[in-house]
């Protein structure tokens, strides 16, 4: 039985009939390093994929995938994940923790974003994206170092202007608040700083934090999500070309979209989650 090999290194089992994978046999061979699946009917991995500690590449193409267990995040030396043409809608946010990843493939899915998390990913020179539901893409993969990204067949979000009409927002006094404590806690002599840093909740409630992508200022939970158009060719040197990606970029206020001296910035959607 496959439960008791223990000492296996690579398994095919690709292009049959199997519905599913019992937990007690993936959880056992724990000296793979290749695993093919391809070509199955599949539609869930177990937790136990995440036991399997020394696999190298996972390839999973053509089956009924709809989700992943976040347990996949365990794979720290997984280089290679080939997940295309399945059903899959999300992938979990431990994605990010694949630091030896460098091929991902997604093509042929139902995904219509993918996780910040991503940027953990320091390794990824490949990413397929084609035939998704994409409309933009993550500001974090501008950190990853791909040398070939594909995205054809998504409904991308075009370069279109977005007016505004609104030029101040009332803001909640917690976000108010939280912007006042994150911007006095940046600074290293801050006393504020200090007591943050002490305070197990605080740190927690300011922990989604990011900064705006116009005037680097702090917000929480209130922000104006637009898009940039990145010429991914420019910006990564990649071997296929293609164009001009929107990458999200958040922005703190109204404010800072009308200053843009030039058409940097596209509208999404104005965002309050107070």
């Not at 869930?44 to 399997?52: A, D, F, K, N, T």
């Amino acid at each position: 039985p496959l439960g008791e090999c223990k000492s296996l290194e690579k398994l095919h089992i690709f292009s049959n009939r199997i519905i599913t994978i019992a937990p007690s046999v993936l959880g056992s061979m724990i000296s793979l390093t290749f695993l093919n699946l391809n070509h199955n009917r599949i539609s869930e991995l177990p937790s136990e994929i995440g036991l399997l500690v020394n696999l190298r590449q996972l390839s999973v193409d053509g089956n009924t995938l709809v989700e992943l267990p976040k347990q996949i995040g365990n794979l720290h030396h997984l280089q290679d994940l080939h997940l295309a043409d399945n059903q899959l809608k999300s992938l979990p946010s431990t994605m990010g923790q694949l630091r030896a990843l460098t091929q991902l493939l997604l093509a042929k899915n139902r995904l219509t974003s993918l996780p910040r998390t991503i940027g953990g990913c320091t390794k990824l020179s490949m990413l397929d994206t084609t035939a998704n539901f994409i409309s933009f893409f993550p500001a974090e993969i501008l950190h990853l170092p791909l040398k070939e990204f594909t995205v054809f067949a998504n409904p991308l979000i075009p370069q279109w202007p977005f007016p505004v009409e609104q030029e101040a927002e009332i803001l909640c006094l917690r976000e108010l608040a939280a912007r006042s404590v994150l911007t006095s806690a940046a600074d290293p002599k801050s006393r504020i700083r200090f007591l943050v840093q002490r305070n197990t909740t605080i740190k927690s409630l300011l922990a989604p934090a990011r900064r705006c992508a116009h005037c680097d200022a702090f917000f929480l939970n209130s922000y104006l999500e637009c898009v940039r158009f990145v010429n991914i060719k420019k910006v990564f040197h990649t071997t296929n070309n293609p164009g001009r990606v929107p990458v999200q970029a958040l922005l703190c206020s109204h404010a800072c979209f009308s200053k843009q001296r030039e058409e940097t910035f596209f509208g999404v959607l104005a965002t309050s989650q107070s």
